[in-house]
Structure formats: C-alpha cells, structure tokens
Nanobody, 121 residues
Framework: QLQASGGGLVQAGGSLRLSCAASGRTFSTYAMAWFRQAPGKEREFVAAVSSSGGRTAYADSVKGRFTISRDGAKNMMYLQMNSLKPEDTAHYYC????????????????WGQGTLVTVSS
C-alpha cells in the first residue's frame, strides 16, 4: 500500500528526491514519516509530517538538509534530500500512522519497501 522510489547513487554534496506513493486507501488522515536503516544498524527516524502537512519534524542529523512534504490530492509523500553525505547511505522506508506524528517506528502501522540511497565520497 506504500511504495517508495527515487533512491540511487549520488556523489557527496548531491541531491535526491524520494517519493512514497500510497494506494489501496486514503492516507490523507494519517501522519507519515521516513525512516532509514544502514547496514548493521537499527532503523532510525529521519522526518515526519502531520496529516495536514502543516507540521514537520526532523532528526538532528538531517535538519536543514532534508525537506519532507506531502500531496494529499495525489496520495503522495516526498523527501527532498540536499547536501547528501556518505553517512546518509541507507535503505529509506516510508511509513504511515493512524495516530499522531511520531519519531518511533513502532507507532507506524503501514510500511513501504525500502529504496536504497548510496552516497559516494
């Protein structure tokens, strides 16, 4: 029901835009988020957006470089990633929650498959 795309290989300092397409239900009333998981590490919060799109939250490590947004009419969510660093390399997952915006992965009920972002130095 959630499909993430847009990953790829990029040089440090470059940009990528991830997309998350929702299908099968309307996610306009759900908070949504991006998480990432690097090899050998736990899944970590990246950014979240409220159901209305009016509130956002970011991990300190991406604040000022990444921007989360959503388009309710298209049932889409996006993550614009600028000034990418090698430590941003990970599988990125989109998620949707039936509750309030959260940084905790266990608060999210629906998950998409990951899209791989690789940042070379």
């Amino acid at each position: 029901q959630l499909q993430a795309s847009g990953g790829g290989l990029v040089q440090a300092g470059g940009s990528l835009r991830l997309s998350c397409a929702a299908s099968g239900r309307t996610f306009s009333t759900y908070a949504m988020a991006w998480f990432r998981q690097a090899p050998g590490k736990e899944r970590e919060f990246v950014a979240a957006v409220s159901s209305s799109g009016g509130r956002t939250a970011y991990a300190d490590s991406v604040k000022g470089r990444f921007t989360i947004s959503r388009d309710g009419a298209k049932n889409m969510m996006y993550l614009q990633m600028n000034s990418l660093k090698p430590e941003d390399t990970a599988h990125y997952y989109c998620a949707a929650s039936g509750t309030l915006m959260s940084t905790l992965p266990e608060r999210y009920r629906y998950w998409g498959q990951g899209t791989l972002v690789t940042v070379s130095s």
